[in-house]
Nanobody, 124 residues
Framework: QVQLLESGGGLVQAGGSLRFSCAAS????????IGWFRQAPGKELEFVAA????????YYADSVKGRFTISRDNSKNLVYLQMNSLRPEDAAIYYC?????????????????WGQGTQVTVSS
């Protein structure tokens, strides 16, 4: 049984920083790519960032490039999303998700396991 649990959400002022963690259960964590997605009220789920199984490749949505950093620690079954220079438009529920493959994708349907999400509120 694969479970993903996000933590680290909260309220932050515009320009501030937050770091999310995604803890994964299940075997062979290091074999699978992980992605972060977000959904703002009234909007569709959108891709934020992804990291390959080894951690050697990362990919970002244009809207967060240069501000967010995804990383992973396969020895601890953890993936992180460091978010800097937060903007009001970054406010959303953020989800981590795991693929069944080592390489990443930006497609929602490419991820098979999802966490419950963690809320970010950005005050202006």
């Amino acid at each position: 049984q694969v479970q993903l649990l996000e933590s680290g959400g909260g309220l932050v002022q515009a320009g501030g920083s937050l770091r999310f963690s995604c803890a994964a259960s299940g075997r062979s964590f290091s074999c699978y790519a992980i992605g972060w997605f977000r959904q703002a009220p009234g909007k569709e789920l959108e891709f934020v960032a992804a990291i390959s199984a080894s951690g050697g490749t990362t990919y970002y949505a244009d809207s967060v490039k240069g501000r967010f950093t995804i990383s992973r620690d396969n020895s601890k079954n953890l993936v992180y999303l460091q978010m800097n220079s937060l903007r009001p438009e970054d406010a959303a529920i953020y989800y981590c998700a795991r693929r069944m493959y080592a390489v990443h994708t930006i497609l929602v349907r490419g991820y098979h396991y999802w966490g419950q999400g963690t809320q970010v509120t950005v005050s202006s």
